[in-house]
């Protein structure tokens, strides 16, 4: 499924629109026979939900897409609602793609309705997704947090840290840090690696970069060789890590994630050298 983003409202709806409807970080979904959801809401569904904030996001597959929130979280036993996090690892790619989108233009449109320079009301520009204050003229565009995120390799071993942050107190991932002022995304990595592991790295390479709608993100992947240092966490992001080796892995995300495909790169990367060896 191909999504195309767009803020211009199509003069003329071809095909019925669809809705993400959204609660938070929440996505309504509607119950399906087969016990799962679909994300796509209609034009009478969404008016009976009396839904708000309505945004066109553009077009999935030939619909016109929009975003809308509820005004509080009871529905009827018809509907149920899925975490956006869910919704856009394992939906199709346009699909994810839209949804993720849609919660990202929604929360920039809540968090914008006011100028931040003097405080003036900002309204929607019809061309673009774009907020101007009609007071002092600043314009707001969606915001953009930039992050990177690194495979650090040693020998035959990654480098793998549990977070406070994860969900899962079990769950082991790769480094990842949000980039700072007047800093590139290299000296970010090296950086976040020092900072929350005590290791220094080298031969910093680029892997590719995946949008993150929790809630702005943009994650730039690398890998990394260990150059130097000791495993030393800092206790606050990082409660626990260590080096493993690709047959010996703790539990990972095993999912469409860029951290995902940065551990299964570095476990084929493993077993292609294994078979070298032995060929």
Same mark, same amino acid.
């Given at each position: 499924?191909?999504?195309?983003?767009?803020?211009?409202?199509?003069?003329?709806?071809?095909?019925?629109?669809?809705?993400?409807?959204? &609660?938070?970080?929440?996505?309504?979904?509607?119950?399906?026979?087969?016990?799962?959801?679909?994300?796509?809401?209609?034009?009478?569904?969404?008016?009976?939900?009396?839904?708000?904030?309505?945004?066109?996001?553009?077009?999935?597959?030939?619909?016109?897409?929009?975003?809308?929130?509820?005004?509080?979280?009871?529905?009827?036993?018809?509907?149920?609602?899925?975490?956006?996090?869910?919704?856009?690892?394992?939906?199709?790619?346009?699909?994810?793609?839209?949804? #993720?989108?849609?919660?990202?233009?929604?929360?920039?449109?809540?968090?914008?309705?006011?100028?931040?320079?003097?405080?003036?009301?900002?309204?929607?520009?019809?061309?673009?997704?774009?907020?101007?204050?009609?007071?002092?003229?600043?314009?707001?565009?969606?915001?953009?947090?930039?992050?990177?995120?690194?495979?650090?390799? %040693?020998?035959?071993?990654?480098?793998?840290?549990?977070?406070?942050?994860?969900?899962?107190?079990?769950?082991?991932?790769?480094?990842? #840090?949000?980039?700072?002022?007047?800093?590139?995304?290299?000296?970010?990595?090296?950086?976040?690696?020092?900072?929350?592991?005590?290791?220094?790295?080298?031969?910093?390479?680029?892997?590719?970069?995946?949008?993150?709608?929790?809630?702005?993100?943009?994650?730039?992947?690398?890998?990394?060789?260990?150059?130097?240092?000791?495993?030393?966490?800092? #206790?606050?992001?990082?409660?626990?890590?260590?080096?493993?080796?690709?047959?010996?892995?703790?539990?990972?995300?095993?999912?469409?994630?860029?951290?995902?495909?940065?551990?299964? &790169?570095?476990?084929?990367?493993?077993?292609? %050298?294994?078979?070298?060896?032995?060929?």
């Amino acid at each position: 499924m191909g999504f195309v983003k767009s803020a211009v409202h199509p003069e003329n709806k071809t095909g019925e629109a669809s809705y993400f409807c959204f &609660w938070g970080e929440d996505v309504l979904v509607v119950k399906t026979e087969d016990g799962g959801g679909s994300p796509f809401l209609t034009a009478e569904q969404a008016n009976e939900l009396c839904f708000q904030d309505e945004c066109f996001i553009g077009v999935l597959n030939d619909r016109p897409c929009y975003a809308v929130t509820r005004p509080d979280k009871t529905v009827s036993q018809a509907y149920q609602w899925i975490g956006l996090r869910e919704i856009y690892l394992k939906e199709e790619p346009g699909v994810s793609q839209a949804a #993720g989108y849609a919660r990202q233009i929604l929360d920039w449109n809540r968090n914008f309705r006011f100028c931040g320079r003097c405080a003036g009301e900002t309204v929607v520009l019809t061309n673009e997704h774009a907020r101007h204050c009609e007071t002092c003229g600043l314009i707001s565009y969606p915001r953009i947090s930039p992050a990177v995120i690194v495979a650090v390799l %040693k020998d035959d071993q990654i480098l793998l840290a549990r977070s406070s942050k994860f969900s899962d107190p079990q769950m082991y991932s790769v480094l990842a #840090g949000f980039l700072e002022p007047g800093e590139s995304l290299e000296a970010c990595l090296e950086r976040e690696v020092l900072e929350e592991v005590g290791i220094a790295v080298k031969n910093v390479r680029y892997f590719k970069s995946q949008p993150w709608p929790f809630p702005d993100c943009l994650m730039v992947g690398f890998t990394a060789e260990y150059r130097s240092g000791e495993i030393t966490v800092d #206790g606050n992001e990082i409660t626990e890590a260590g080096w493993f080796k690709a047959d010996a892995l703790p539990k990972v995300p095993t999912r469409r994630s860029i951290s995902s495909e940065l551990i299964r &790169w570095f476990c084929e990367c493993r077993s292609q %050298k294994k078979q070298g060896a032995h060929e």
